[in-house]
T-cell receptor, first 118, second 114 residues
Framework: GAVVSQHPSWVICKSGTSVKIECRSL??????MFWYRQFPKQSLMLMAT?????????EQGVEKDKFLINHASLTLSTLTVTSAHPEDSSFYIC??????????????FGPGTRLTVL | AQSVSQHNHHVILSEAASLELGCNYS??????LFWYVQYPGQHLQLLLK??????LVKGIKGFEAEFIKSKFSFNLRKPSVQWSDTAEYFC????????????FGTGTRLTIIP
């Protein structure tokens, strides 16, 4: 099946530092990847849609300068949380959409990255 | 824009009880519908999906869901739950074209008592 990995699985950082999270599709090519944020006991909120080779599309209310997204290849997207603050602490989840022409918009999810900002 | 409502926030059942979790969506066009499960400490996994055809969809682990277009609903069912079904369940929808994003419901926490 389609496997998506994330690295790191958890990270603790000091306030003001930047953190990079990687999302990889291991056995398929993903022209589109999505980044979500999940607060404790809440649903996933889409942050941005990342298309390979182009700029990410951010959802309303998401600061593009704070959450930098790069989708440089068909198997890798990165999310960089710049100048992280405690309120950025959350669970960040990526998903990848299979790029086949006859796919049905199914997304495959990574295991998530727990970010704790001290 | 689409939206998804899951009215049951926390459901507690005994083993062998039957389960039905509600999901209603709001969208004017054709949609794809999904149910995902998130076991404690694990990532989201797809339980089942509906794209077209038979509105009764069967998924993994004995789950099924029925798409009722007139009610904009996609309720999840299982005739007899097990303790291992304890998890968070999310209903999601996206438009049936292009790269349309997934919109998730707020989730239902299911606790099964042995």
């Amino acid at each position: 099946g389609a496997v998506v990995s994330q690295h790191p699985s958890w990270v603790i950082c000091k306030s003001g530092t930047s953190v990079k999270i990687e999302c990889r599709s291991l056995d398929f090519q993903a022209t589109t990847m999505f980044w979500y944020r999940q607060f404790p006991k809440q649903s996933l909120m889409l942050m941005a849609t990342s298309n390979e080779g182009s700029k990410a599309t951010y959802e309303q209310g998401v600061e593009k300068d704070k959450f930098l997204i790069n989708h440089a290849s068909l198997t890798l997207s990165t999310l960089t949380v710049t100048s992280a603050h405690p309120e950025d602490s959350s669970f960040y989840i990526c998903s990848a959409r299979w790029s086949l022409a006859n796919s049905y918009n199914e997304q495959f999810f990574g295991p998530g990255t727990r970010l704790t900002v001290l | 824009a689409q939206s998804v409502s899951q009215h049951n926030h926390h459901v507690i059942l005994s083993e062998a009880a039957s389960l039905e979790l509600g999901c209603n969506y709001s969208y004017g066009g054709t949609v794809n519908l999904f149910w995902y499960v998130q076991y404690p400490g694990q990532h989201l996994q797809l339980l089942l999906k509906y794209f077209s055809g038979d509105p009764l969809v069967k998924g993994i682990k004995g789950f099924e869901a029925e798409f009722i277009k007139s009610k904009f609903s996609f309720n999840l069912r299982k005739p007899s739950v097990q303790w291992s079904d304890t998890a968070e369940y999310f209903c999601a929808v996206n438009a049936n074209f292009g790269n349309e994003k997934l919109t998730f419901g707020t989730g239902t926490r299911l606790t099964i008592i042995p």
